[in-house]
């Protein structure tokens, strides 16, 4: 009778991270015992030539003996320097997964990168639903290697995509859901612990103009150099011949003064060349150097996208982008970094010490180079850029979706404005303690007024509904069971800040936000709006009618949204709406003498109030 196969068993995410953990902490231990093993004998070896070199100064005719042990140390420090690069790397790929572990087990808050420097406090969202800053959804997703990266999940983040843009990354983010072992060589290329490369001057760079378009100079400096080692080497040779050490037969050293004359006329025609050529030239060394750093991290990168094998659309057109110009690109990167790395030997040795760069035309020569590789492929940089952070994004998204199984793949609506989710959640609480909730907007319901007591999640939900509907328009999943959305301009008045030093107080700052909604809303892209706790800065009776004469002109220019009240003054709004609002609360409830929420959404307006309750809690006592 034949068997049925077994289906393999499944493994979660956090199962396979430890799993590599433990098997990267033995690698880690044997070649950390090779290089304790390598130290020591490097140590010996070196006493061992020390003692050698003092034993032979008696017996100079065994002094080539001392070759032997010098070069086994040579090769030695080689096999060391090899183990420890490969110790690097392995504390790379530790670090990695005890990331990702700490992202499954919550521990991660704090600890990545928060991207503050994307903050802008006039964005319509940015601040309001923790897209950056410590605990932030950017910190969540910040396994980058380069700025390029960070700097493209930023605007991913800040900017709703078009349906089609979403659909094509979430086909790329599916395709590379499983491939854990790519994320780990994405997100551990480089040897430096905190990211390199800087994009902007690196494609600024790429795309400048050199002083230098003769194809002749580099020849003239080339000439030059060889013409004063020539001099050079003839004016030592007249030094011998003066000093009596050497009798070279030669017409020329007959008169040996008259040999140093070359050099004395080559070295001031150098000084000239090279002076002239700095001067010409716009681009400095220095900024060529600091254009170009951490190319061996944008190489690595590169040669690991070059190589991976792509089946959906977007990733075959990025991968695609990369071989545009002729060459592989990290190949084409490997050579730069070649000419950078001779470029900066200017500042070493006998080139620095002696002033032999001046003579020799080093720099310039180097940048000659430089200059001949950027009219070759500077052009190209900003795309290879472009597509390297793409990938990483993608590659971010994926592992997103990896570690998170139960988040869905948002379902865009391609015709009518909608929100409507099934059992979703706030992406950054921890899945065991987030309570799930369904809401819906569209089909005629533009409105929601929430009404509940303090501390009863009012501002968690409006927080994961803006959350949620950022996510699933960066392309990625969202926390929820089912989530289909229209593209919308999400705004959000939820944590507005006054700012003394401004002279801005709570309530001008909120306005303001209003009225950039309001703006907002009169654009082409309907809008969902969150606002919690609207004009709590001013009367009952401003407020309410502040309230309705903002959310009616929202709802007027189609927007839809929600907003959060613990005045039930505002719960009236609805009656006057024509059925596209209703309300909505919040509720908490007494457990052994203690105030407990349930956080579940229900129909209506809340009958109970808990500020009084709270207030005696804390001993602070009311009569």
């Given at each position: 009778?034949?068997?049925?196969?077994?289906?393999?068993?499944f493994?979660?995410?956090?199962?396979?991270?430890?799993?590599?953990l433990?098997?990267?902490?033995?690698?880690?231990?044997?070649q950390?015992k090779?290089?304790?093993?390598?130290?020591?004998?490097?140590?010996t070896?070196?006493?061992?030539?020390?003692?050698?070199?003092?034993?032979?100064?008696?017996?100079?005719?065994?002094?080539?003996?001392?070759?032997?042990?010098?070069?086994?140390?040579?090769?030695?420090?080689?096999?060391?320097?090899?183990?420890?690069?490969?110790?690097?790397?392995?504390?790379?790929?530790?670090?990695?997964?005890?990331?990702?572990?700490?992202?499954?087990?919550d521990?991660?808050?704090?600890?990545?990168?928060?991207?503050?420097?994307?903050?802008?406090?006039?964005?319509?969202?940015?601040?309001?639903?923790?897209?950056?800053?410590?605990?932030?959804?950017?910190?969540?997703?910040?396994?980058?290697?380069?700025?390029?990266?960070?700097?493209?999940?930023?605007?991913?983040?800040?900017?709703?995509?078009?349906?089609?843009?979403i659909?094509?990354?979430?086909?790329?983010?599916?395709?590379?859901?499983?491939?854990?072992?790519?994320?780990?060589?994405?997100?551990?290329?480089?040897?430096?612990?905190?990211?390199?490369?800087h994009?902007?001057?690196?494609?600024?760079?790429?795309?400048g103009?050199?002083?230098?378009?003769?194809?002749?100079l580099?020849?003239?400096?080339?000439?030059?150099?060889?013409l004063?080692?020539?001099?050079?080497?003839?004016?030592?040779?007249?030094?011998?011949?003066?000093?009596?050490?050497?009798?070279?037969?030669?017409?020329?050293?007959?008169?040996?003064?008259?040999?140093?004359?070359p050099?004395?006329?080559?070295?001031?025609?150098?000084?000239?060349?090279?002076?002239?050529?700095?001067?010409?030239?716009?681009?400095?060394?220095?900024?060529?150097?600091?254009?170009?750093?951490?190319?061996?991290?944008?190489?690595?990168?590169?040669?690991?996208?070059?190589?991976?094998q792509?089946?959906?659309?977007r990733?075959?057109?990025?991968?695609s982008?990369?071989?545009?110009?002729?060459?592989?690109?990290?190949?084409?990167?490997?050579?730069?970094?070649?000419i950078?790395?001779?470029?900066?030997?200017?500042r070493?040795?006998?080139?620095?010490?002696?002033?032999?760069?001046?003579?020799?035309?080093?720099?310039?020569?180097?940048?000659?180079?430089?200059?001949?590789?950027?009219?070759?492929f500077?052009?190209a940089?900003r795309g290879?850029l472009?597509?390297?952070?793409?990938?990483?994004?993608?590659?971010?998204?994926?592992?997103?979706?990896?570690?998170?199984p139960?988040?869905?793949?948002?379902?865009?609506d391609?015709?009518?404005?909608?929100?409507?989710?099934?059992?979703?959640?706030?992406?950054?609480?921890?899945?065991?303690?987030?309570?799930?909730?369904?809401?819906?907007?569209?089909?005629?319901?533009?409105?929601?007024?929430?009404?509940?007591?303090?501390?009863?999640g009012?501002?968690?939900?409006?927080?994961?509904i803006?959350?949620?509907?950022?996510?699933?328009?960066?392309?990625?999943?969202?926390?929820?069971?089912?989530?289909?959305?229209?593209?919308?301009?999400?705004?959000?008045?939820?944590?507005?800040?006054?700012?003394?030093?401004?002279?801005?107080?709570?309530?001008?700052?909120?306005?303001?936000?209003?009225?950039?909604?309001s703006?907002?809303?009169?654009?082409?892209?309907p809008?969902?709006?969150?606002?919690?706790?609207?004009l709590?800065g001013?009367?009952?009776?401003?407020?309410?009618l502040?309230?309705?004469?903002?959310?009616?002109?929202?709802?007027?220019?189609?927007?839809?949204?929600?907003?959060?009240?613990?005045?039930?003054?505002?719960?009236r709004?609805?009656?006057?709406?024509d059925?596209?609002?209703?309300?909505?609360?919040?509720?908490?409830?007494?457990?052994?003498?203690?105030?407990?929420?349930?956080f579940?959404l229900?129909?209506?307006?809340?009958?109970?109030?808990?500020?009084?309750?709270?207030m005696?809690?804390?001993?602070?006592?009311?009569?």
């Amino acid at each position: 009778m034949e068997q049925t196969p077994e289906r393999p068993r499944f493994e979660s995410p956090s199962t396979i991270y430890k799993r590599f953990l433990s098997k990267n902490r033995d690698k880690l231990a044997y070649q950390q015992k090779w290089d304790r093993h390598l130290g020591y004998t490097k140590v010996t070896l070196a006493f061992t030539v020390v003692a050698l070199m003092i034993w032979y100064l008696h017996e100079l005719h065994r002094f080539w003996l001392l070759l032997i042990p010098v070069g086994a140390l040579v090769a030695l420090a080689i096999v060391h320097e090899k183990v420890l690069a490969r110790i690097r790397e392995i504390k790379a790929v530790l670090n990695y997964y005890d990331r990702g572990l700490a992202r499954l087990e919550d521990r991660w808050a704090g600890t990545g990168e928060g991207g503050e420097r994307f903050m802008d406090a006039a964005h319509p969202y940015a601040r309001d639903l923790d897209v950056f800053g410590k605990g932030s959804v950017f910190e969540l997703f910040c396994t980058f290697r380069t700025r390029a990266g960070e700097e493209t999940l930023a605007r991913w983040l800040l900017e709703p995509a078009p349906r089609g843009e979403i659909r094509a990354r979430q086909c790329a983010a599916q395709e590379l859901r499983t491939r854990v072992k790519y994320r780990e060589r994405l997100f551990t290329a480089g040897d430096k612990v905190r990211l390199g490369l800087h994009p902007d001057s690196l494609a600024a760079w790429g795309e400048g103009k050199s002083s230098f378009t003769s194809p002749w100079l580099p020849v003239l400096a080339a000439a030059l150099a060889v013409l004063w080692v020539a001099s050079v080497a003839l004016a030592l040779a007249a030094l011998l011949v003066i000093l009596g050490i050497a009798d070279f037969h030669s017409a020329t050293l007959h008169a040996p003064y008259l040999s140093i004359l070359p050099l004395l006329l080559l070295s001031a025609t150098n000084l000239m060349v090279n002076r002239f050529l700095m001067k010409r030239s716009s681009t400095s060394a220095e900024a060529v150097e600091e254009a170009t750093d951490d190319l061996d991290l944008l190489m690595e990168v590169l040669r690991i996208l070059e190589q991976e094998q792509f089946e959906s659309p977007r990733l075959a057109d990025l991968q695609s982008a990369l071989k545009g110009s002729g060459i592989p690109p990290s190949a084409a990167v490997k050579r730069l970094d070649r000419i950078v790395r001779y470029l900066e030997q200017r500042r070493n040795g006998l080139l620095a010490w002696f002033g032999l760069d001046h003579f020799l035309l080093y720099t310039a020569q180097w940048m000659f180079r430089a200059e001949a590789w950027r009219r070759q492929f500077g052009p190209a940089i900003r795309g290879w850029l472009g597509a390297v952070g793409e990938m990483e994004v993608l590659a971010a998204l994926s592992g997103y979706a990896y570690e998170h199984p139960g988040d869905a793949w948002p379902e865009i609506d391609d015709e009518n404005p909608c929100f409507e989710a099934e059992s979703f959640a706030h992406p950054l609480l921890p899945e065991g303690k987030a309570v799930r909730n369904d809401l819906k907007l569209g089909d005629g319901l533009q409105l929601i007024v929430l009404s509940g007591p303090n501390m009863s999640g009012k501002s968690t939900l409006v927080r994961g509904i803006g959350i949620n509907a950022v996510l699933a328009q960066c392309g990625a999943p969202v926390r929820a069971k089912r989530l289909r959305l229209s593209r919308l301009a999400v705004g959000a008045s939820i944590c507005v800040l006054d700012s003394l030093q401004g002279g801005v107080s709570r309530f001008y700052a909120e306005i303001k936000r209003l009225k950039l909604i309001s703006d907002l809303a009169q654009g082409p892209i309907p809008v969902l709006f969150l606002l919690d706790e609207l004009l709590s800065g001013t009367n009952s009776h401003d407020r309410l009618l502040g309230t309705q004469l903002v959310v009616n002109a929202l709802v007027q220019h189609g927007a839809m949204g929600m907003v959060t009240t613990h005045d039930l003054a505002l719960t009236r709004i609805p009656e006057n709406m024509d059925g596209k609002a209703r309300n909505d609360h919040f509720e908490d409830h007494l457990e052994n003498g203690q105030l407990a929420f349930d956080f579940k959404l229900k129909a209506g307006v809340v009958q109970t109030s808990n500020a009084l309750k709270l207030m005696q809690s804390i001993g602070l006592l009311i009569e």
